[in-house]
């Protein structure tokens, strides 16, 4: 039982354009989010969080949304750049366990 | 200041067998979580430990196990090895119930 989905496995955008990535969960009790960035061949890095109480969370060139009564979150990153290049995963909890979604590989083209 | 390190990097082993792998924590962190990522997939939830006791686990059979030390590194291991064991297994770190910081990961093949 998926509690996090990502349904979108790759996107691909140019240097400098939005990439949004998105993010849908099931479960009402999740109260904090995080997205991690993973490369290959290292473990996966914290990105950005943002708590149930809160519906937007900026960070440099990222931004996180959260629609609470969507059950849905958003990653945006602006500009995005070449360095971006790797498969970002969402994460939610309600407590002490991380339930993670299957990712999406993101591709900046130059 | 050291992050979180696993060992080893790679692992082979054979059906039936039993495997160790180690984890140590950021510094400052003190509680320990494993994953297991098996290809294309998200990292799963296999436990977590917190004050040298299980404090929450997965949906993972008891041929997995785990042991959390004084010193708050951490080991998992897992007995009766089948292929579908095989995945990259991934050790995190938190202060609390806070972010979770990964290591590298374990890549573990079972033949």
């Known amino acids: 039982d998926q509690q996090v989905k990502q349904n979108s496995p790759s996107l691909s955008v140019q240097e400098g354009r939005i990439s949004i990535l998105n993010c849908d969960y099931t479960?009402?009790?999740?109260?904090?989010f995080l997205w991690y960035k993973k490369y290959p061949a290292e473990g996966p890095t914290f990105l950005i969080s943002?708590?149930?109480?809160?519906d937007k969370n900026e960070d440099g060139r990222f931004t996180v949304f959260l629609n609470k009564s969507a059950k849905h979150l958003s990653l945006h990153i602006v500009p995005s750049q070449p360095g971006d290049s790797a498969v970002y995963f969402c994460a939610a909890s309600a407590g002490n366990q991380f339930y993670f979604g299957t990712g999406t590989s993101l591709t900046v083209i130059p | 200041d050291a992050g979180v390190t696993q060992s080893p990097t790679h692992l082979i082993k054979t059906r039936g067998q039993q495997v160790t792998l180690r984890c140590s924590p950021k510094s400052g962190h003190d509680t320990v979580s494993w994953y297991q990522q098996a290809l294309g997939q998200g990292p799963q939830f296999i436990f977590q430990?917190?004050?040298?006791?299980?404090?929450q686990r997965g949906n993972f059979p008891d041929r997995f196990s785990g042991h959390q030390f004084p010193n708050y590194s951490s080991e998992l291991n897992v007995n009766a090895l089948l292929l579908g064991d095989s995945a990259l297994y991934l050790c995190?770190?938190?202060?609390?119930?806070?972010?979770?910081?990964f290591g590298p990961g374990t890549r573990l093949t079972v033949l």
């Open positions: 479960n009402s009790m999740f109260d904090y």
């Open positions: 943002i708590s149930s109480i809160k």
């Open positions: 430990y917190y004050e040298e006791e299980e404090r």
């Open positions: 995190a770190s938190s202060l609390g119930s806070g972010v979770e910081f």
